[in-house]
């Protein structure tokens, strides 16, 4: 119970410690990408804070899995730097009984891996893939903010407004350059506001001038109006497309088995699989030398982990494009680093030393007894 206990209250410490910062750091990269994005008019840049959320619960599994690896090796290296496993050792402890507190303490980890890599990444997919998609077919009007020059969503009109009128849908001082049919136009207005009719939406514009001229010719024509209509777009189109495989639920992706569905579903199982591999190959990596630094077996460590999350990545782009299979990726991959942590940590738990081939000597020539040769 001593040696349960001791592990899993360092294991829990280790691994919260880490989890926080790894959670800071990739919430700040995300913080990032997802500004850029906003700046760049990909999404609302109100429901930034929501893109964010539903970005870190997508990448939360490989979070988790990295925060237990380090936690682990961390744990047991320095059980090695302080002399605790030679104590652990001369009591009848081999290496290999560490795999049973180790899992004792992952297994909830290792489950809230799994539930969120089949069922809660591709529900996050989904929701940051509607948010996108309701921005983008949001109306050029919705687009146009007071003082700032927006472009509509086809990019062939450009809109300026002054101010919006509180309360309304109209605005002062409006402006539009718009190139259609061959023909470029400048259309200023003192006041507009926006109508819909038979489900379009029209940008009534209100005691302005009109500037129109054929691209290519030197000719322009000069209209005054005291009104005048301006279609800006359809209300409720939306584009059906076919959905993404990461957009799929697992369930979907089982029942349309596709090169590319697999390939997402061999990922998803992926992430699960490597959590569970990550713990043996914890037992089997920490060894430090008392004498060396600190940070060099850590390298190593999110060397190991980068490679191994890398082939996943690899191996989903091969089921893609016809390679390998979807069983026997699972079978080679996971299995093999499976088999190849499971060898690593028989061979030293049981002290397995790979000796060197004797070299094959030449007899000696036996020694002469007769004392010499006689005159």
Do not use: C
Not at 183 to 208: C, H, P, V, W, Y
Request: glycine share 8%; hydrophobic share 45%.
């Amino acid at each position: 119970m001593l040696f349960q206990s001791s592990i899993r209250k360092e294991l829990a410490r280790s691994f919260g410690a880490t989890l926080v910062v790894l959670i800071t750091i990739v919430m700040t990269i995300v913080l990032i990408r997802t500004l850029g994005q906003a700046s760049r008019g990909f999404i609302n840049p109100q429901d930034v804070m929501l893109f964010m959320a539903y970005s870190a619960l997508g990448r939360l599994p490989t979070i988790l899995t990295l925060s237990l690896f380090i936690a682990m090796v961390s744990t047991l290296s320095r059980m090695y730097r302080d002399s605790e496993m030679v104590v652990w050792f001369a009591s009848g402890r081999g290496l290999a009984g560490f795999l049973g507190p180790l899992f004792r303490f992952a297994w909830p980890v290792l489950l809230v891996i799994t539930l969120m890599a089949l069922f809660v990444w591709p529900w996050s997919n989904q929701q940051t893939k509607d948010m996108q998609s309701r921005y983008e077919q949001r109306g050029d009007l919705d687009r146009i903010a007071p003082g700032q020059f927006q472009e509509s969503s086809s990019g062939n009109r450009v809109f300026f407004i002054d101010r919006d009128l509180a309360g309304e849908q109209a605005s002062n001082n409006v402006f539009i350059a718009a190139t259609e049919k061959g023909k470029s136009s400048i259309t200023t207005a003192r006041s507009g506001r926006i109508d819909t009719r038979d489900n379009a939406q029209f940008l009534m514009l209100e005691n302005g001038q009109r500037l129109e001229n054929v691209i290519g010719q030197s000719a322009l024509k000069i209209s005054d109006f005291e009104e005048y209509g301006s279609k800006t777009g359809d209300v409720g189109t939306a584009s059906e497309n076919a959905p993404e495989a990461k957009l799929l639920s697992t369930r979907d992706l089982i029942k349309a088995p596709t090169r590319s569905n697999m390939g997402e579903l061999a990922w998803r199982l992926g992430l699960a699989l490597v959590a569970f591999n990550v713990v043996i190959l914890a037992v089997a990596l920490a060894s430090v030398n008392p004498r060396g630094g600190r940070s060099s077996n850590l390298i190593f460590v999110l060397l190991t982990f980068v490679v191994y999350n890398n082939l996943v990545n690899v191996g989903q782009s091969w089921i893609f494009s016809g390679v390998i299979s979807f069983g026997n990726l699972l079978l080679a991959l996971h299995g093999g680093v499976l088999l190849l942590g499971l060898g690593w940590l028989g061979k030293r738990h049981f002290n397995w030393v790979l000796k060197p081939i004797a070299r094959i000597r030449r007899p000696l020539p036996a020694a002469r007894t007769d004392g010499g040769s006689h005159p």
